[in-house]
């Protein structure tokens, strides 16, 4: 999945939350700098984020910290870039919710 953006400093940012029995802010848009902020470093830093196992996840809650915390400056949000629908968000974690139950998936994948 994140091969289909043109992922740059200056192009495509990413921001990850797990969403377990605590969503955590697992990735944010400004966890790389400069020339890191590559696709290929993201994906790694990605692939590093550990599996949390457990019986139900709270997708409210992960909603809500994207809302808080994702999209806030302090996180990386540039106010000049696109906003990410709340549908497309809700597909995402949906999307991530489903993927976890067969973590670890590759992330030529995802």
């Known amino acids: 999945m994140v091969d289909a953006f043109p992922v740059s400093q200056r192009g495509t ?32 830093r990605i692939s590093q ?4 196992k457990v019986e139900t996840t709270r ?3 992960g909603l809500q910290k994207a809302a808080d915390e994702m999209f806030a400056t302090q996180s990386g949000m540039r106010t000049e870039a696109s906003k990410v ?3 497309m968000l809700h597909h995402l974690f949906f999307f991530q919710s489903v993927m976890l139950s067969k973590w670890p998936v590759p992330l030529n994948m995802m």
């Open 13 to 44: 940012h990413l921001s990850v939350a797990t969403v377990g029995k605590v969503p955590k802010l697992a990735f944010k848009f400004n966890t790389l700098r400069g020339s890191d902020y590559n696709l290929n470093e993201v994906k790694r």
């Open 85 to 87: 629908s709340n549908e």
């Open 59 to 61: 997708l409210d809650l």
């Open 49 to 52: 984020i550990p599996y949390e």
